[in-house]
């Protein structure tokens, strides 16, 4: 790796997707570290919600709130555009040669595998607005001429979780050809990746893009494999109320901890899909935004390929989990359908050198579950709609929509 290291301070940083789950406590870290933050989003995910009939547990504040609060609490400024980067070219662009950002981090995609698959208008919205999104940063940055880096939260989810048990690589796998003539020459690949959802295709979508745009236009790529997020607030969500972070916990976007830590504390059954036996990777939210600020240090150098890392700290078997959070924040676990085609059983073992060489110290969910229990998910019980906890998407028509089974 021949990357450029670069401090974060005074750099300044669009955050796209910057009002959501991982965007707006990366803003505000970076913001915190010293970096002059622009936050771009269309706003699509509190719409969504409105679609959904569904809300954060956490009471999240509107934009203008949430950067007057951050304003009074800590002196800094975060700059915030409306501008929906998959339609609205002109104006993404425009800002990008007023502003002149060093850097770009990308979290604005429509991210819920089961609202992806909920009907033909999810898929067909997802593959727009994601691919679109993407082509779009990617295109701006060329026509702006600008040496802009980019980092993109790409997902642990392009693997497909059936390695064979090897090693998840990071991003590039090696092969041999035979040539015609009989000799074997080494080649490095990207990594053949196996989505298991329309939004989980369009993330593999991305990295062909990115592949395309770095060999074109040398343009300084670094995509961030991650793995699930838990977790609500970080240092700097805690400074105020109005800063909070959202917590969603309904079937689309609830992310498989925080849907059972938040069951838990509504004594709600932890509800396991299909045999639990899936094993997947985790991340704290605190640990996001330290490896973003970490990877925004060590940008590629032009004549660099993509830079692909995983971004997890450990990884969890779902019916341990289920029994973990039982056993610590009380309650049942009850196994129901999977409304998702996957296999019922998978091991996974990740490489993660970036992170482990930078002494990423994690938050690990021994150390970290309990306080997230108390702290969040009972605080807020009360404002649960019980209602909207079941998984209703499912992956195929034979599938009917509405609470999955019990086994
Ligand atoms: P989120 O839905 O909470 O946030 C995404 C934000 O992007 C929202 O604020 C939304 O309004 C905005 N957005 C979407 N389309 C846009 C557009 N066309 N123009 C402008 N803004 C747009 O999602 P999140 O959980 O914060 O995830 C962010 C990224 O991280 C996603 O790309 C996702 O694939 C990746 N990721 C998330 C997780 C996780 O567990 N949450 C895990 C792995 C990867």
Redesign the pocket.
Known sequence: MNSTTKKTKSQKIFV??G?????WPTSLHLSNTGCEVVI???????NIDNELEASSLTPIYPMSTRIEAWKEKTGRTITFHR?????DYDAFLQLIKDEKPDAMVH?????SAPYSMKSPRHKRYTVD?NIN?THNVLCAIVESGLDIHLVH????GVYGYGTAGMKIPEGYLDVEVTTEQGTRIPQEILYPTNPGSVYHMT?SQDQLLFQYYNKNDRLRITDLH????WGTNTAETKLDDRLIN?FDYDGDYG?VLNRFLMQAAVDYPITVHGTGGQTRAFIHIQDTVRCIEIALKHSPAPEDKVFIFNQMTETHRIKDLAHLVAELAGGDVAYVDNPRKEAAENELHVTEDLFLSKKLNPITLNNGLLQEVTKVAEKYAGRADKSKIPATSTWTDEQQPGIPKPL
Not at 19 to 23: L, Q, R, S, Y
Not at 107 to 111: D, K, L, P, S, Y
Request: net charge neutral; aromatic share 6%; with cysteine.
């Open positions: 796209l997707g009002d959501g789950f991982c965007g771009v989003d269309n706003l699509s995910r509190r501008i929906d980067i998959a339609e979290f604005a995609e429509q991210r607005n999104a939260l790409g997902t642990m993330k991650q793995g699930i997020v959202r992310t």
